[in-house]
């Protein structure tokens, strides 16, 4: 089926070479250019119709023409459209081609389908926020292609009634298919007689300015695609048929392959009515993208691949087999660089083909990234287009691809990985946004004016510089306050490098700089009267201070020199430290700080490390990818584990699952159970409240975000909760800026009906 592409190119190019043929040895083919009016029915059908209504008198050979043409189309539909029409192939020369619009909401219940990987890991909650974004996208969506079945038609009948008021075909003068004839025409026309004119200039120009500014004009706008599809109602021939043996929705799959790859959003798997099969431009992309040959059209050879019938697992194995390779560098357990996954170019196209388009990765991730458009991008070698879909305001996918968790959100949620390998979302993921960060990526951002509202945003971990992005991009100054002196929060200072590389975060900052965000760094407030200075010279403050607050060892023994809390012990530089070098270390806890503290330690020198905890291995459920690599570089785990005391002599007692006391040696223990809340005591002194899950404080100018609402959560949450305050602050200022001009609309009129109803002056007695 990909020599359809082929063909159609072909066929254009015949055409083409048709209607010069015909100007150069006046055959009679052509368009209004060649030979007046009256003729122009002869290849346009609207330009018949616009004739006949100018005319009020059709000519026979207008309509023997009109005739044809319809004949055509009830065999064929809207061949013209998807084979001969010149617009679309000038849209893809000149990189003019409309966004196509699609939509990740088609849930697996209206297909009558489900996916069994979703089922298998909690998914974290939607917020509000987020569900009032997906709405108002399926909104937008909806509205968008209302528009673009019923546009058209409106325009049809404009033309038809110009056309009949003026007596002359006006929409003949700014179609993009005459004009682009027009030129042809004209300079043929030029070379012929000699006759040098500015006309196919100006021609050029027009149709120009229509490729460029009006790119949906196919879509929205184009009379005559309306006029084939009312025709094309009664084609029933050349129509794409759809193999439900192989088609994958057979096996429970919310395959949207096809529909996103048809100009018109056709769902084929639907059954949809004469109206919606009409607009079908027989163009044959479907098939031609169809991961598994399952649709194909009369006349046109079938794909190897798709002979044959096969309704078992196996058949989705062959169709899909195992990922394509990454270019992943290999990193000692002594080496603390951060280890790279990407893919080149080549591989990266090969894997972003496999996507099936159902939008299960977008749902499953919290901050609802345009994963599919970016996967769809890459797979279309446009490496550029999904950088920018991925570097938008308050995204960041360089931290996103290399800190979240395999086993959980995008990738978990791909239905591939039922019976193959999932699409290896965080590789494509990190190869398009690094090749975007070093092929120098700049933020273009709003200009910011002297009475623009001003924001604080206390902390620059993810939660808050998530924040302080979107709210530049809106033209707001923002000002950063952070303790440490460098941005980043727990990515730079808690987050060891061999997991995340730094410099990722300092370019991060460098951008975010010359955005026009104010960085204070190492701005520690140590009062409430220093706090609430802060919300008096701004318009609004965001506290994003993160879940810092650690779950202290609550046992005999947890007070000892030789016993440290996590995120104490990460913080350092762990290249220079010797903490840990030629000890028994034991690490309290297997979620994934423990296991940053385990690996640490293991390239700091320990003898042996000992991760203890609670519960059993399954029930603890630690970040898979994080475990393995512990596991394989010499970790050692006790699942069920309780820990009863520490000893001066450098030992910990356990109990084991099995209720025996155990003896560990622990020259260095570690207490990574986690993180109980925000360090508040300023924000107490100053009378603030932060309540759970809430973006709002009790203070209404004073919002929170991150871990310091949710709770210790994945760096993707947090950009989430971010990007949602940030919207919750704009609405605000928003909000407020109106209500200030209501009350100055309101003291204006008072003042006006002060004077309107001031008694005359008494006239002065002589």
């Known amino acids: 089926m990909k020599k359809i592409s082929i063909l159609r190119a072909l066929s254009l190019g015949l055409f083409l070479l048709a209607v010069v043929c015909g100007v150069i040895w006046q055959t009679g083919w052509g368009t209004l250019s060649s030979f007046g009016i009256g003729s122009i029915a002869q290849i346009c059908p609207v330009g018949a119709l616009e004739t006949i209504f100018a005319s009020g008198s059709p000519a026979l050979s207008v309509l023997i023409c009109l005739g044809v043409f319809v004949a055509l189309v009830v065999v064929f539909g809207r061949f013209f459209c998807g084979w001969l029409c010149p617009v679309p192939s000038l849209r893809k020369i000149f990189g003019a081609e409309p966004k196509t619009e699609t939509s990740c909401f088609n849930d697996s219940e209206d297909q009558g389908t489900s996916s069994t990987r979703e089922e298998t890991f909690s998914k974290p909650e939607k917020s509000s926020t987020s569900s009032r974004v997906l709405l108002s996208s399926k909104a937008n969506f909806i509205n968008s292609a209302a528009l673009q079945k019923k546009g058209p038609f409106f325009v049809l009948a404009a033309a038809l009634v110009s056309s009949a008021i003026f007596s002359f075909p006006v929409f003949c003068l700014i179609c993009p298919v005459g004009l682009t004839f027009a030129f042809i025409i004209g300079i043929v026309h030029m070379l012929k007689f000699n006759d040098p004119t500015i006309t196919p200039l ?71 009515p004469s109206t919606e099969s009409s607009r079908c431009l027989k163009c044959g992309a479907c098939a031609q993208r169809c991961p598994v040959s399952a649709i194909s059209f009369p006349f046109l050879k079938k794909s190897k691949c798709a002979e044959g019938k096969t309704t078992n697992v196996v058949y989705l194995k062959e169709r899909f087999p195992g990922g394509a390779a990454t270019e992943q560098s290999v990193v000692s357990k002594a080496s603390f660089d951060a280890p790279q996954e990407t893919f ?10 496999r996507c099936i388009q159902c939008g299960a990765c977008v749902k499953a991730c919290p901050q609802h990234n345009p994963i599919t458009e970016v996967l769809r991008s890459i797979a279309a070698g446009d490496t550029k287009a999904a950088g920018k879909l991925l570097m938008q305001s308050g995204k960041m996918p360089e931290l996103c691809s290399q800190l979240c968790p395999k086993d959980k959100f995008c990738m978990a ?20 946004s690094s090749r975007a ?87 520690e407030i140590k009062s409430a009267q220093e706090f609430l200075g802060i919300v008096d010279t701004h318009d609004a403050v965001l506290l994003a201070i993160g879940a810092e607050n650690p779950i202290h060892l609550n046992v005999s023994g947890a007070n000892s020199n030789f016993v440290f809390q996590a995120l104490e012990y990460l913080h350092g530089d762990p290249k220079q430290a010797s903490l840990a070098h030629d000890k028994h270390v034991v690490v309290l806890g297997v979620g994934g700080t423990a296991l940053d503290c385990a690996r640490t330690a293991l390239r700091q020198g320990a003898r042996t490390v000992t991760c203890v905890f609670r519960k059993s291995l399954l029930k603890a459920n630690p970040p898979r990818d ?101 919207k919750a602050i704009s609405q605000f200022l928003s909000d407020r800026c109106t209500e200030k001009k209501r009350s100055r609309q309101n003291r204006k009129n008072k003042d006006d009906g002060k004077l309107t109803n001031r008694e005359p002056a008494q006239p002065a007695i002589s």
């Open 202 to 272: 100006v021609i050029l120009g027009v149709l120009f300015l229509e490729i460029f500014f009006l790119r949906r004009w196919c879509q929205f706008i184009c009379p005559i695609g309306a006029f084939i599809s009312l025709v094309s109602r009664l084609n029933k021939t050349f129509v794409p048929k759809v193999d439900d043996q192989k088609c994958l929705r057979a096996f429970g799959l919310n395959c949207q392959v096809c529909r996103n790859a048809c100009p018109e959003g056709i769902d084929l798997k639907k059954t949809v």
């Open 344 to 353: 080149s170019l080549k591989n990266a196209i090969l894997e972003s083909s």
């Open 413 to 432: 949620a791909c239905p591939l990985g039922n019976f193959s390998v999932p699409i290896n979302i965080h590789a494509l993921m990190y190869f398009a």
């Open 437 to 523: 960060l070093d092929r120098g990526y700049r933020i273009s951002r709003a200009r910011t004016l002297e009475k623009s509202p001003s924001v604080a945003v206390i902390g620059a971990g993810p939660a808050g510089l998530a924040a302080a992005d979107v709210l530049r991009a809106q033209g707001y100054k923002v000002t950063v306050y952070e303790r440490e002196k460098e941005i980043g929060g727990l990515t730079m200072f808690g987050i060891p490098a061999f997991k995340l590389s730094k410099e990722r975060i300092l370019t991060r900052r460098k951008l975010y700089e010359k955005s026009g965000i104010d960085f204070q760094l190492g701005y």
């Open 626 to 726: 994080d475990y393995e690599s512990a596991l394989r570089e010499g970790a050692k785990f006790l699942e069920e584990t309780q820990i009863q005391s520490v000893q001066p002599d450098k030992t910990v007692k356990v109990i084991n699952r099995e209720g025996i006391c155990e003896v560990l040696k622990a020259d260095l223990v570690i207490c990574a159970y986690g993180f109980s809340g925000p360090r508040d005591e300023v924000l107490k002194e100053a009378g603030i409240v932060i309540s759970k899950g809430s973006l709002h404080t009790n203070l209404p100018k004073v919002f929170a975000a991150g871990d310091a609402v949710s709770g210790p959560s994945f760096v993707t949450t947090a950009i989430e909760s971010g990007q949602g305050a940030a």
